[in-house]
């Protein structure tokens, strides 16, 4: 593990991962000036104006209009635009479906370094927002995105988010994820965000591992009145999604289903 890791770094280009670093020191759509970058990535003011520069000149940060600081860039959100395009074209349909008979906000997130990442959002009518914006990253454990995809993943993948939790703390999550897989949705009850609740479910691609989530949220006041019709429909779209990306688990399931009753 250690000669592979040093052998990677052979082949780091030093100077685009210092511009990496660069890009990932602005706080979501905040300004931010030269002396607060320059900090964040522990550069000198000279080697992070130059950086900036070289960034500005193709896009991918802006200067303010006073001059004096810098955001993220038009064409970095155009990039971001184009990530899972066909995972955000195949799950649209679903999305405005559900938005259209809930009116409330459908969210579309796929895990990304260890982190939820927020693909697309579908905010309700209603005057009501949240904190969640395309883009924003969030935890997994404390979405019902994130642990509707738990729910169906490796061994592995579940051991490495149970590591920095204690026994009792492991126990309740299982058991939460094993009720989760058994109904097809995932719950989350005002553990990401105060005051809203969550519904999620998973889709899972031809490997059957869970590619991404789609989440129903809302005010917890309302979301609880309709939680479990919202999981069923939310489920059910999921799985259609599935079908897309070349699951086929759900048809082997429904044919076993068949056989069963031809026997009895």
Known sequence: MTEKRASSERYVVQAVDRALDVLEA???SEESSLNAISKRVSLN???TFRLLCTLARR???ERTHDGLGYTLGLKLLERAAHFRRDLKQSAHPYMDRLRKQFNETVNLAVVHNGKLLYLNILESSRPFRMAAVVGRQAP???TSLGKSMLAHSSG???RAVLKDLSTLESRRLKKELEAARD???AFDHEENEPGVACVGAAILDDSAHPAAA???SGPSTRMLRHEREMGLALAESCREISRHLGYSGYDRMRDGSKRLLKLA
């Open 26 to 28: 602005f706080h979501g």
């Open 45 to 47: 003011k000279s080697r």
């Open 59 to 61: 896009g991918y940060v």
């Open 140 to 142: 997994i454990l404390t």
């Open 156 to 158: 592995n993948e579940f």
């Open 183 to 185: 109904r097809g949705y």
């Open 214 to 216: 789609l989440s129903i």
